[in-house]
């Protein structure tokens, strides 16, 4: 089944406390990225990726890193979690030209920070 | 810059009532691209649409239809004959050709259909 994984779905840490949600996407997809979905402020891209090796900041990158060593692959990294990372984030990928071609969602991590 | 405006935050309709969710964009970009997706209360988003600015058919599917106008640069989302199961926070996005590498989101509007 063509699908995107994210892990985990959910996670209480505390400030400081490096983390990493994994995204993984089965489809041979080019193109992937990050948002978060914040009451009253919709999904915010935070990084994208439009190939191996290729990432770039979107619009709220601050205190996240990715990577993207393996084309299936696109983790985001927090160093040190703060409150205001609190959110709930989502995975995409899509075929090619990520922003025209139609994205296609993991099921989301809900992540609070303490 | 890019721009979608969803001005309904919330809609409360009947099971059975139609329902039309409405969404402006902006872009000075002639090549773009429109979408709708569902986040049903389990929280995964569902693609419903893609609509590319040279295809201003409409479209239906099933009880859903979409309305494309660039004269008023609109892309309205119509659920006939509504299901409880439709209840979602409804997202309506905008891409644009050559342009930053990503979707702009409008904010959303939440559908609550009732038995």
Known sequence: EAQVTQNPRYLITVTGKKLTVTCSQNMNHEYMSWYRQDPGLGLRQIYYSMNVEVTDKGDVPEGYKVSRKEKRNFPLILESPSPNQTSLYFCASSRSRGNTDTQYFGPGTRLTVL | ?115
Do not use: H, M
């Open chain 2, 1 to 115: 810059a890019q721009k979608v405006t969803q001005a309904q935050t919330e809609i409360s309709v009947v099971e059975k009532e139609d329902v039309t969710l409405d969404c402006v964009y902006e872009t000075r970009d002639t090549t773009y691209y429109l979408f709708w997706y569902k986040q049903p209360p389990s929280g995964e988003l569902v693609f419903l649409i893609r609509r590319n600015s040279f295809d201003e058919q409409n479209e239906i599917s099933g009880r859903y239809s979409w309305n494309f106008q660039k004269s008023t640069s609109s892309f309205n989302f119509t659920i006939t004959a509504s299901q409880v199961v439709d209840s979602a926070v409804y997202f309506c996005a905008l891409s644009v050709e050559g342009g930053s590498e990503k979707l702009v989101f409008g904010k959303g509007t939440k559908l609550t259909v009732n038995p």
